[in-house]
């Protein structure tokens, strides 16, 4: 049971690394969010609005709301 569970986590762990921080796609808000057939957890970047958008699955893209802070 520990080997499997020690594979799923690897596997888990070297997935998002190897995805962390990549825009899959940049376009139009209007166009991202018409998709549908995007894996879960795609990552988009919307030319028009400068926001990051995610595919949460059935054609959902939720949008980052973030703000700008100064050091």
Do not use: C, E
Not at 20 to 37: E, F, H, L, M, W
Not at 47 to 61: A, E, F, K, L, Q
């Amino acid at each position: 049971m520990s080997t499997i569970m020690t594979s799923i986590g690897t596997m888990v762990k070297n997935h998002v690394a190897d995805n962390k921080g990549v825009a899959k796609i940049v376009d139009t808000a209007s166009n991202i969010t018409a998709r549908s057939a995007d894996p879960i957890g795609t990552i988009a970047f919307a030319t028009d609005d400068d926001n990051i958008y995610i595919h949460t699955g059935s054609g959902t893209w939720v949008k980052l709301v973030t703000q700008a802070v100064s050091s």
